[in-house]
């Protein structure tokens, strides 16, 4: 008998047995009509190993903590510039901002300017502003002194990864620039690009009219918007994972219906998310509609809030524009562009604003800052 098999209504095994040619045929249209369910299925399985990555890679709990929680001490590093902050000996007088770039890094190297304004404007009041960079200390020592008095607060280097483990891991924060504000009481008070809202949260600070609890909320809904997002992304159109990512918008949208600014802020966010994902599904683009109208509703003076408006006119005129076979039906973005003028469908439009990170960009709707 043929070892290697043969060519007819069966297969032969190497063994000397055969498989009827139906088995195979049964395998191969088994195989073919499993495996399109089977791919949403792993790639939410990926989500979660990514959601776990700072686990496995820093040792950390899987459940990050919120704001308000005891802010680490800086230890292990070399300081560059300034003299050494000790946060314990600090407590009670100063507010520390710790911000974590590198000298490679160009949104750092803009966020650069920023800080030393803030340094100089608030630190009568108490400020205290340090750049860490897990770089070689020559390199940085290097990049410092060719800025001068431009990059004018304490710099230091990690000589460990324990500080930056401390912030960045137990944060899973993995984009640079970003900085941890540290308030009189050594509780870590807001997280973010020092380029958004970092000045506006310490005019709160110093006036004692921060809210933290309202900080608290908009800091959980951005992160749940960033897991909506990550979802959103690996889902197929008409899928479990689609059906699970509109729920949690859902869910997101009725816990922020409040009238305060922070929800209004994470409301932009969750609403620029949709809008600025391709895949979402009709059901998601109405919602967004809905949250504009509310938004416009409450604020028809904001900004920011007009801005969205336009940004969603602007990809609702675009995406009619560029169909072959003629218009397509109004979608339900398109009654919100009223909202800024009767001719705002005319204007020219431009393309969104890329925001860039030490992991390259991504279009993103209108800056929205979680006051």
Excluded at 118 to 146: H, K, M, Y
Excluded at 222 to 248: C, G, H, Y
Aim: with cysteine; aromatic share 6%.
């Amino acid at each position: 008998m043929n070892a290697v098999g043969h060519r007819g209504s069966n297969s032969t095994l190497k063994h000397g047995k055969r498989i009827p040619e139906f088995m195979n045929s049964l395998a191969r249209n088994t195989i073919f009509r499993i495996w399109p369910r089977v791919i949403p299925t792993v790639c939410l399985l990926m989500l979660v190993a990514m959601v776990n990555f700072h686990e496995l890679v820093w040792g950390l709990p899987a459940i990050e903590p919120n704001l308000g929680a005891p802010a680490p001490e800086l230890t292990d590093l070399h300081w560059v510039k300034g003299q050494p902050v000790s946060l314990a000996a600090n407590r009670g007088t100063t507010v520390t901002v710790v911000e974590f770039w590198a000298t490679w890094c160009p949104p750092c190297r803009t966020s650069i300017p920023h800080l030393t304004n803030l340094q100089r404007r608030f630190g009568p009041q108490g400020l205290v502003v340090v750049g860490i960079s897990d770089e070689d200390t020559s390199t940085v020592e290097s990049f410092v002194a060719s800025m001068g008095e431009q990059m004018d607060y304490a710099v230091a280097t990690c000589l460990s990864p324990t500080t930056k483990r401390a912030y960045m891991g137990r944060y899973r924060v993995s984009t640079i620039p970003h900085a941890f504000v540290v308030d009189q009481q050594g509780r870590i008070v807001w997280i973010g690009n020092p380029l958004s809202g970092l000045e506006r949260a310490l005019e709160q600070l110093f006036a004692g009219t921060y809210d933290l609890e309202a900080a608290k909320r908009a800091y959980t809904a951005a992160r749940t918007i960033e897991v909506f997002r990550a979802l959103l992304n690996a889902a197929q159109p008409d899928s479990e994972q689609m059906r699970a990512a509109e729920k949690l918008a859902h869910e997101i949208r009725d816990a922020l219906m409040t009238s305060e600014t922070s929800s209004q802020r994470s409301l932009m966010l969750l609403a620029g998310s949709i809008l600025t994902t391709p895949k979402a599904s009709p059901s998601l683009r109405e919602l967004a509609a809905q949250i504009i109208d509310q938004l416009k509703a409450q604020n028809p003076s904001d900004p920011q809030i007009q801005q969205l408006v336009r940004f969603a006119s602007a990809r609702d005129s675009r995406s009619t524009v560029t169909r072959p076979s003629g218009p397509r039906p109004p979608s339900p973005v398109s009654r919100i562009s009223k909202a800024v003028s009767p001719a705002s469908h005319l204007r020219k439009t431009t393309t969104p604003t890329l925001v860039h990170g030490s992991h390259g960009a991504r279009p993103s709707p209108p800056p929205v800052e979680l006051k």
